[in-house]
């Protein structure tokens, strides 16, 4: 559950670097952290069975390096005078999924680690490799099969199911709607301007999701996918 959830928000990646260049980490990412786990079992002279637990935790904590030093913290709180942001809670659900089979999860945990650094480090410059786009496009759908949005909803005005009309039929029919949702902070806007989505689109997105930045950007992440 935890390993499935990470995999869907660290979707951000694809927006941030575009999908050619997120299908090339992902490819690097598997196989740099399993070349690293063939080499850690036959250092430690263990057929496997007992130090590695199979799953995707290569690519996942190859992730947790870019989310570490690419994507800024949008708030910050206290509890009990200790310090927290809301990347504390992604790193909370990697804490649990690293510790899941202890020995067994930690290993492969760690390879994903030194995988993901020497991407962030663009060893034999990586970062700047790029797939045939029918590559990518079959690369991402078999990655990430069960990660499609549902189609998308027609927009809808403030009247509820009345569809759009140009503004002067709408100020002639209808009474000018009343703005109920609270204005966008500018550091949130700011927060996923620095993710790559344009201002206007962020803005609209944390109307809707009522000025919350993770809601705000899956909402923008799903509409880049149609």
Known sequence: MFGLYLLY??????????SNKYSVFIFFSLVAS?????FAVAFLKDPGENLVTPGPYGLIFSSFVPFFFDIPVSTRFHVFGLHF???SFIYLAGLQLLLSSWKRSILPGICGILAGSLYRLNIFYIR?????DFVASIFLRLSFPSMRSPPAVPARNAVGSVPSYPARQLERNYPAPVQSAPEPLEDSIATLVSMGFNRNSARQALVQAR???NVATNILLEAQSY
Do not use: C, W
């Open 85 to 87: 942001s809301d990347k």
């Open 9 to 18: 928000y660290f979707r951000v990646f694809e927006r941030q670097i575009g």
């Open 211 to 213: 000025n919350d930045v």
């Open 128 to 132: 700047k490799a790029m797939l045939p």
């Open 34 to 38: 399993v070349l690293f786990e063939v």
